[in-house]
């Protein structure tokens, strides 16, 4: 994670942003510490990467790369006002000795935000990796190389849903927070396929950030929880912890965003 301390809205990449509409630094640095909070509270441990005046979404670390065990691939971002975090990211990923295997240049994956793990039961991992709107789809035979992993290719079809982890939110071995509109007819059927239990966001609860959350064990950390989709996580046996994270939402960013997971396993070597 990264602490919100340059964390603005200064330019417009995608729908949410609006350059007219200022962020509450105090507001956004009490939320950040509250997802924290939650994390901690839930069992999650926690690494700092520092923050850099002039890179306000640099706190969005899901969007640094890639992590397989001890190895790194750095995203690609397609806007330029993103692209100096690489350079950062990079340099920490080196501090703690991690591998790193960058992509070619002219491919463009922006980390993890367009790229989830989804392991079913007695199954290998499958890396769900999305495309068209902010990621490239030739990038994915690469990361399929480069990390021994199976990749399925998923096609994002909604602006406003611009990154797979506002779309697919893997929960356990059996169910996955899941957008169908987010996707053409081929990605549905790739992730209907991939998921034994889908639990379905509607739109509307899409568009309130809800498939944007951070799982812990069995905790789901959420930026907003509906009562329907709330008593359907209860149902399956999660505790829900609510965190508002509206001041970042303004960047078109919640709680996953806020968030690299660091133990994830892929490879099978």
């Known amino acids: 994670m990264c602490p919100p301390d340059h964390f603005e809205v200064a330019y417009e990449i995608n729908p949410w942003m609006h350059t007219e509409v200022a962020v509450d630094g105090d507001l956004a640095r009490a939320q950040w510490e509250r997802l924290v909070s939650a994390l901690t509270e839930a069992g999650a441990v926690i690494e700092w990467l520092s923050p850099v005046r002039g890179l306000p979404d640099l706190v969005f670390t899901a969007n640094a790369g890639l992590v397989d065990g001890h190895v790194y691939v750095p995203a690609r971002f397609k806007n330029p006002e993103r692209q100096p975090e690489t350079e950062h990211d990079t340099a920490w990923f080196l501090d703690h000795q991690f591998t790193v295997k960058p992509l070619p240049e002219g491919l463009v994956l922006e980390g993890a935000g367009d ?34 992993v199976a990749v399925r290719s998923v096609e994002l079809v909604d602006p406003r849903l611009y990154h797979l982890d506002l779309a697919f939110c893997p929960l356990d071995a059996r169910r996955a927070l ?70 970042f939402i303004k960047a078109g960013g919640a709680c996953r965003c806020l968030t690299l997971a660091l133990d994830v396993r892929l490879s099978l070597g």
């Open 115 to 148: 790229a989830l793990p989804f392991a079913a039961r007695g199954r290998p991992p499958v890396l769900v990796a999305g495309y068209r709107i902010r990621s490239d789809v030739r990038a994915h035979a690469v990361v399929s190389r480069l990390l021994g």
């Open 178 to 247: 899941v957008v169908w509109a987010a996707f053409d007819h081929y990605g549905r059927k790739v992730v209907a396929d991939l998921v034994p239990e889908p639990i379905e966001l509607l739109p509307e609860e899409a568009f309130a950030f809800v498939g944007n959350s951070v799982v812990v064990g069995d905790v789901i950390i959420m930026p907003t929880c509906p009562v329907r989709v709330g008593r359907l996580l209860e149902g399956a046996g999660f505790s829900i912890e609510v965190c508002d994270v509206s001041e």
